[in-house]
């Protein structure tokens, strides 16, 4: 597969639409409203006298917001507008009949879906700072929210390539990625999970990424975590490329 120099014209273009809804209030407001309504619920409110391995349990709280948001904002701005670009605007079919590899493509609207998602976690990890003063971030920390925008902008990606209309990208997220927020271990533990249902949440990436996002040093644990969160980045990457390559629309 190559990968020259052709994603770079495909990111400009999506960074500076992006740059046009970063001057919109109402574009930060929607990327932050969910997961600090969750913060304050949780973390503020229900939280407040719960401790988690001998911490707080914002300080075990935040690291899964910023997993979450990054994998909400990855996914859902990449595979929205991609779908819309492609369905109604006929905006999409300029790039592939452009002189440009189908992995060129892929990898410039992945890298805008990244730059996205780490926009919106980047707010949570500000509100985490100022309202645990035990937060930190850890190098695996980083290491972890960067696979899982990877991940979940090249998901976006498929969704975006496979949808037929806007309400099958919402039905995307309705099956997959509200569960996966929810029961990929973002506002508890795993093992407060019963074992059947345990079996299939670590099956999902999230669920993955909620576990080294939390690591502080890189243990078994975190070892295995990164190579199922790498490989599910791999898998969807090239899927999303051969998906570019095989459009015929």
Request: charged share 10%.
């Amino acid at each position: 597969m190559t990968v020259g120099y052709g994603w770079y014209p495909v990111f400009l273009r999506e960074m500076l639409l992006f740059k046009h809804k970063l001057l919109r209030v109402g574009y930060v407001a929607s990327a932050m409203v969910t997961p600090l309504i969750y913060l304050a619920t949780f973390g503020l409110g229900l939280g407040r006298n719960v401790t988690v391995n001998g911490s707080t349990y914002i300080a075990f709280l935040i690291p899964g917001l910023a997993a979450m948001t990054s994998m909400n904002n990855s996914y859902s701005w990449m595979a929205t507008a991609l779908g819309l670009n492609r369905i109604y605007y006929k905006t999409f079919q300029t790039l592939v009949q452009a002189p440009i590899h189908a992995s060129s493509i892929l990898l410039g609207e992945i890298l805008a879906g990244m730059a996205k998602g780490l926009f919106a976690s980047a707010l949570i990890v500000a509100a985490g700072f100022a309202a645990s003063p035990g937060f930190s971030v850890s190098p695996i920390f980083l290491l972890a929210l960067l696979l899982n925008c990877f991940l979940f902008a090249s998901l976006g990606v498929i969704v975006g390539m496979r949808a037929t209309s806007h309400e099958d990208t919402a039905t995307y997220s309705n099956f997959v990625i509200m569960p996966m927020a929810f029961l990929s271990g973002t506002f508890f533990q795993l093992d407060r999970l019963p074992g059947y249902l345990k079996a299939i949440v670590y099956v999902l990436p999230l669920t993955h990424a909620n576990i080294l996002i939390r690591k502080t040093l890189m243990d078994q644990q975190a070892w295995l975590s990164l190579a199922v969160l790498v490989s599910y980045a791999a898998a969807f990457f090239f899927y999303g490329a051969a998906l570019i390559r095989r459009y015929n629309e």
